[in-house]
């Protein structure tokens, strides 16, 4: 016998066994876990959409049929919204609801701006602080773009939790502190730590303003109109402060950058300041405690009161929302994987138009800073596109197509034509960007990556929107804090990157990247409903949601046949 054979009596089949029952308790772990993330989702679902019900008083299955209230069995009255409430925000004037976008508009802006803001003054931080690591010069942006990584993980939920306005009020403010300690800033590494703390707050708008979105618009369509200005603003965030930085380094110094940053942010507080509670069940709990007030015998509550707010549920439903979403949904997970490389490549632009444009053309930091209008103007196309197809899917189900009934087709098309764009623009960018070509010819690359990036944003964020509904903050605050996490780390690799590969080769790698990933759109276009379900999530929402519906149909069918009993009753009366 050899020394490589193995006796049949020997350790091998007791190894095998030992393999077996590993592979038995590992794969029983994994059906344990999708079990656990199972019966979270669907309590998670259950308990919302019984909140919902009860905020529109549609009865549930232990309410006295007729009744028009909700009534707990130790005699409590849940309060809900009347038809036509009009303190409901879906009933808000709708001047009202346009200045509640615009102010969410302004502090999204704040908060993009602000990750770029010091882009074209790191040199001069450097020079005056005597740091020459060259790696170091992408730590202001990416300590800020650290925060977005924590930050939408707890203010996403978290709004879902306690409501909107007093939390994006105190973030906000919070954010002008960290601002004002930037400007402050005694050291590198002081600024470094501002700039993280300062990204964390200035994500909450990133989170929150889609979930205030999706409280005061119950149309679709509407909201995600709404949601285009606001894509159209995260944009043009992040492309202003370059020239920002650029003009006011080289002449009254860059601290005089953050300067300019807070006069921005305290003129947009004015606006915070006057945002309202947009979230249901917040506003349905004032009413309930101002009734308490007036009338302390009264046993008035709101559903959400009732609930069971402690901690175990704040942690094991709250705030694993978007970490459950990110693992367990297959439409989130490839969301995030495309917009996280498309958001990365976008922040690499930061290092990589100095490298172009500073250093192959010779063009100062301000002019540097002024090569990102294009982009800008990009994504300004990018919104009457997305109105104009707006318009197509509107006479497409007005005639009753078969296509425009489809999920899929609300939103993504854009995507899969924003995609291509945003690969055209890289291949442009890189094999135009040499001396003997004009500057202005990368520069207009930019158009395109804009157009496109934009297109795919306002695609893809609408469709997880429209997808998870009630849970749209958390969903889009899983996006948020994956898009951060590339952007903190594929900029540390942009100067190598460029240096290694060349101009030409680097965005080529970009282009090849964003050229697989640009299928994602096409493939939730074919396969997208069959995902949705097979998804836990959406099943459990999908669930809730038809049983709501079927009692608020049932109770307007309820209250037809009240109203026709009680019109029958008048006419024998008179009789």
């Not at 707990?72 to 509640?100: A, C, F, M, V």
């Not at 618009?217 to 949601?227: C, E, K, L, S």
């Not at 790698?509 to 409903?529: D, N, T």
Request: net charge positive; with cysteine.
């Amino acid at each position: 016998m050899s020394s490589l054979d193995v006796p049949s009596n020997g350790p091998g089949p007791q190894l095998q066994r030992q393999a077996t029952n590993v592979s038995r308790r590992f794969d029983g772990g994994l059906s344990h876990f999708a079990e656990l993330v199972q019966s979270i989702s669907n309590q998670d679902a259950e308990a919302r959409y019984k909140e919902e019900e009860a905020d529109n008083r549609i009865p549930t299955d232990d309410d006295v049929p007729g009744s028009n209230e909700s009534q707990e069995n130790d005699g409590k009255t849940i309060i809900s919204w009347e038809p036509n409430d009009k303190e409901n925000p879906y009933n808000w004037p709708q001047w009202r609801k346009t200045l509640i976008v615009i102010t969410s508009m302004m502090t999204v802006a704040n908060s993009t701006m602000g990750s770029s803001l010091p882009s074209m003054a790191i040199p001069y931080m450097m020079a005056e602080w005597g740091v020459t690591a060259q790696i170091q010069s992408v730590l202001p942006i990416s300590t800020y773009l650290m925060g977005y990584v924590f930050g939408p993980m707890i203010w996403g939920p978290m709004s879902e939790y306690v409501g909107r306005r007093n939390l994006s009020t105190a973030s906000f403010l919070m954010f002008i502190i960290w601002t004002m300690a930037c400007a402050l800033a005694p050291n590198w590494p002081a600024m470094l730590v501002f700039r993280f703390f300062c990204g964390v707050c200035a994500s909450a708008p990133i989170a929150v303003v889609t979930g205030i979105l999706a409280d005061i618009f119950n149309d679709p369509i509407t909201r995600g109109r709404a949601m285009a200005w606001f894509m159209a603003t995260t944009v043009f965030g992040p492309l202003l402060a370059p020239i920002i930085s650029g003009f006011c380094s080289t002449s009254i110094g860059w601290r005089w950058t953050f300067w300019v940053g807070l006069m921005f942010a305290g003129a947009t507080l004015v606006l915070a300041l006057f945002l309202p509670e947009t979230y249901a069940p917040v506003l349905l709990t004032k009413r309930a405690v101002k009734i308490r007030k007036a009338d302390p015998k009264a046993q008035v509550y709101s559903a959400w009161e009732l609930e069971a707010n402690d901690f175990k549920q704040l942690f094991t439903r709250v705030l694993t929302r978007p970490i459950r979403m990110i693992l367990t949904e297959l439409i989130v997970t490839a969301t995030c994987l495309y917009l996280s490389l498309v958001y990365a490549i976008f922040y690499m632009s930061f290092q990589a138009f100095p490298i172009i444009f500073s250093n192959v053309y010779g063009l100062s930091p301000g002019i540097t800073g002024l090569c990102y209008l294009p982009v800008g103007a990009g994504a300004v196309l990018a919104v009457p596109i997305f109105f104009a197809y707006d318009r197509v899917l509107l006479n497409a189900k007005a005639r009753g197509s078969a296509w425009a009934q489809k999920e899929e087709f609300r939103r993504v098309p854009l995507a899969t034509l924003g995609g291509p764009l945003f690969v055209i623009s890289l291949f442009w960018l890189g094999w135009s960007s040499r001396p003997g070509v004009p500057f202005v010819v990368p520069m207009l690359a930019g158009i395109p990556f804009g157009g496109g990036f934009m297109l795919i944003f306002m695609a893809l964020l609408n469709y997880i929107t429209d997808a998870y509904e009630i849970f749209a903050a958390s969903a889009n605050a899983a996006a948020s804090s994956c898009r951060s996490v590339f952007a903190v780390v594929l900029p540390l690799a942009t100067k190598p990157m460029f240096a290694r590969l060349g101009i030409d080769g680097a965005c080529s790698l970009l282009g090849g990247l964003s050229l697989l990933m640009c299928v994602i759109p096409f493939i939730f276009i074919w396969k997208g409903e069959e995902i949705r379900a097979r998804s836990k999530f959406c099943i459990a929402l999908k669930e809730r949601k038809a049983e709501m519906e079927r009692r608020a149909a049932e109770q307007q069918r309820r209250r037809a046949r009240d109203a026709a009993a009680n019109g029958a009753l008048e006419k024998e009366t008179e009789v």
